[in-house]
């Protein structure tokens, strides 16, 4: 149960506030989560600290965490595919309050959005009182406490080389069961990442999908995600230009 809110007007005060016990970070508000087991849980609402920043320098495009996934869909510095995966993300109406910041902190286990950030191998800022790390975004999904008493400030990607996204659903409006983004960056180097075969977006060696042990559910069972998993991969690296060689 959420008790308290505050709503800082600097960084330094959010993360004064953030270190504290039983706190949880809102960034657009679209999905709040209280402390488990906390009956004095406090929101600190990072909406007045700006963090909306987006440029690229060298090739590097680094995106304000307070950045609504409106703006990534709007941005033409923004990766086509990751506009379109920033879109599909939520409807219209949610894309203009949430940011990329909370999907980050959120970790949608089917977020395509999250998906194609890994495949373009994008690191995260978090800064906490007195200092900051990076970490990649495969590290904090494989780890949520990295991101323990910190803010998350901004996601940082090489804007450049070629990706594809394949997806299978219900419906054309569905949330996919099974959704692939492959990318080959400007040194050939090819990532393919993955939704729908684990507890979180993955990366996956392109060799080694049999090796998959995607959970059940009414949607499909592992075998039948597993063989979307190869299919799909499949079809996105035939979409890039050698993408099926490593």
Do not use: W
């Amino acid at each position: 149960m959420i008790t308290k809110y505050y709503r800082p007007s600097t960084l330094e005060e959010a993360l004064a506030l953030v270190a504290r016990e039983n706190t949880v970070v809102l960034g657009g508000g679209t999905v709040v989560t209280a402390v488990r087991g906390g009956s004095d849980t406090e929101a600190v609402d990072l909406q007045s600290l700006g963090l909306v920043d987006m440029g690229v320098d060298t090739g590097v495009l680094r995106i304000g965490s307070m950045c609504r996934l409106s703006d990534l869909v709007a941005s033409p510095i923004v990766p086509d595919i990751l506009r379109d995966l920033a879109r599909r993300e939520a409807p219209n109406t949610l894309r203009n309050a949430a940011t990329i910041g909370g999907t980050i902190g959120t970790a949608d286990p089917e977020s395509q959005l999250l998906t194609g950030l890994l495949a373009f191998d994008s690191s995260v800022d978090i800064s906490r009182v007195g200092s900051s790390t990076v970490h990649t975004l495969d590290a904090i999904l494989g780890d949520s406490s990295l991101l323990n008493g910190g803010v998350i400030t901004a996601v940082s990607f090489a804007a450049t080389g070629v990706a594809t996204a394949e997806r299978t659903g219900r419906t054309p409006m569905d949330t996919p069961i099974v959704s692939v983004v492959a990318r080959r960056n400007a040194d050939g180097v090819l990532a393919v990442a993955i939704a729908g075969v684990a507890d979180r977006p993955v990366i996956v060696d392109p060799d080694r999908i049999g090796d998959l042990d995607p959970p059940s559910d009414f949607r499909g069972s592992s075998a039948y995600r597993s063989a979307l998993a190869s299919i799909l991969t499949q079809r996105a690296l035939v979409a890039i230009p050698g993408g099926g060689s490593s």
